[in-house]
Nanobody, 120 residues
């Protein structure tokens, strides 16, 4: 089993910054992609950013230039630094990892979500 735990959400004023963290643990042989989705009220879940084990990153247009995704492979941890936050960034942010377990099964595992609220 793999556990994914997020932290770092909260309430911030527009223009402010937050840093989300996500740590995976359990029966992990290797993690391929790690990333973040978000879901605002009444909207579909959307990809924010993801990163490969080799450090290749991918961002949604809404995140480019403001958010930075990074990871620490030794700690099975991924971070999302969010700057210049806007009210439209308000959402529940979900971390995911594509992990290969020691039984050689690769699955996507999700965190429980962390609320980010940006006030105007």
């Amino acid at each position: 089993q793999v556990q994914v735990v997020e932290s770092g959400g909260g309430l911030v004023q527009a223009g402010g910054s937050l840093r989300l963290s996500c740590a995976a643990s359990g029966s992990i042989k290797r993690i391929n992609i790690m990333g973040w989705y978000r879901q605002a009220p009444g909207k579909q879940r959307e990809l924010v950013a993801d990163t490969t084990s080799g450090g290749i990153t991918n961002y949604a247009d809404s995140a480019k230039g403001r958010f930075t995704i990074s990871r620490d492979n030794a700690k099975n941890t991924v971070y999302l630094q969010m700057n210049s936050l806007k009210p439209e960034d308000t959402a529940v942010y979900y971390c995911y990892v594509d992990a290969v377990t020691w039984s050689l099964t690769e699955l996507r595992y999700w965190g429980q979500g962390t609320q980010v609220t940006v006030s105007s």
